[in-house]
């Protein structure tokens, strides 16, 4: 069974870069896409980007120029990079296989980032 | 890109039917048959309900269904209980290795 966990500070301060790692265990990293999705608090999803094993990555237009992700097959984890946080940025963060045209079966529980000083 | 167009919230009792839409536009939900649904309930990650407009993954209920026409794609709950109370999302493949999800609706088991 593929399980996902995301990891990283749960508070992060305004201006900084916001950085999330999931691991994944049950099987390899090395095929599929991997996607992180957001979700605000009382609010809906968003998807954030997404990275195949070629290292090619494809964001959100609204959030591409913040937006770095990148994988280590060594670890089966991908990672998030967000710069520039706002208050806004704050939301629950989810790490799940899947995205463009593929569907989202396995989702990580998700973690909590707040932004604030 | 703003988010596909969904019911704020749906409501429905015990053994009734109810019906999602999820509205985008042709190059989205009109233009290709990646329509995804999703429940979440409180506090919890979302799972995969259907996937390409009308396929149910393996384990889920056959009381949910999916179709689309034109630009709408709806999710269908037949056979109301009170553990489907929850929130719906749909999303939809934008070309490009995009994607873009619905504002969610909640739904009510009376």
């Known amino acids: 069974q593929v399980q996902l966990q995301e990891s990283g500070p749960g508070l992060v301060k305004p201006s900084e870069t916001l950085s999330l790692t999931c691991t994944v265990s049950?099987?390899?990293?090395?095929?599929?896409?991997w996607s992180w999705i957001r979700q605000p608090a009382g609010k809906g999803l968003e998807w954030i980007g997404l990275i195949y094993i070629s290292g090619n990555t494809s964001y959100n237009p609204s959030l591409k120029s913040r937006i770095t992700m990148s994988l280590d097959t060594s670890k089966n984890q991908f990672s998030l990079k967000l710069s520039s946080v706002t208050a806004a940025d704050t939301a629950v963060y989810y790490c799940a296989r899947g995205g463009g045209n593929t569907r989202f079966i396995y989702w990580g529980q998700g973690t909590l980032v707040t932004v604030s000083s | 890109q703003s988010a596909l167009t969904q019911p704020a919230s749906v409501s429905g009792s015990p053994g009734q039917s109810i019906t999602i839409s999820c509205t985008g536009t042709s190059s989205d939900v009109g233009g290709y048959n990646y329509v995804s649904w999703y429940q979440q309930h409180p506090g919890k990650a979302p799972k995969l309900m259907i996937y390409e407009v009308s396929y149910r993954p393996s384990g889920v209920s056959n009381r949910f269904s999916g179709s689309k026409s034109g630009n709408t794609a709806s999710l269908t709950i037949s056979g109301l209980q009170a553990e489907d109370e929850a929130d719906y999302y749909c999303s939809s493949y934008t070309g490009s290795n995009t994607l873009l999800f619905g504002g969610g609706t909640k739904l009510t088991v009376l």
């Open positions: 049950g099987g390899s990293i090395s095929t599929y896409y």
